[in-house]
Structures are given as C-alpha cells and as structure tokens.
C-alpha cells in the first residue's frame, strides 16, 4: 500500500468513528457538544494538542519515519 492509499483509508476510518456516536445516540452526542460550548478553550486546545501528539506519535510508529 503506497501512501495514499494509507491516508485515504484512515481517513475512512476517522469518518467511520466520527460517524458512530450521532449515528447511535444523536441525543446524547448533542448533550455532549453542548457541554463542549461550556469548556475553557484552553483545555480543548490542551486536550486537542495531546490528541494531535499521540496520533503523530502512532503514524511515526506504523510508518516507520516521518517523511
């Protein structure tokens, strides 16, 4: 699998675990981002940083290098 390949299927994937919880319970997936409006932005900024880190962290791993 050539790297576009790679990036397309993740990004199926994203899509696929995106799409889970408004697909289930879109009420409860309302709830949760209307108490997101309520959250200090520096700790979603905070939190969105770990995330980005630990993603990048897991691509380097599977690819090998980061190119």
Do not use: N
Not at 4 to 11: D, N, T
């Amino acid at each position: 699998m050539d790297g576009w390949e790679v990036l397309l299927l993740s990004l199926g994937w994203v899509f696929v675990f995106e799409g889970i919880s408004p697909l289930i319970a879109p009420e409860r997936w309302l709830a949760m981002l209307a108490e997101l409006t309520k959250a200090d932005p520096k700790v979603i900024r905070a939190a969105a940083s770990v995330l980005v880190a630990l993603g990048l962290v897991i691509i380097w791993s599977f690819l090998g290098k980061v190119s």
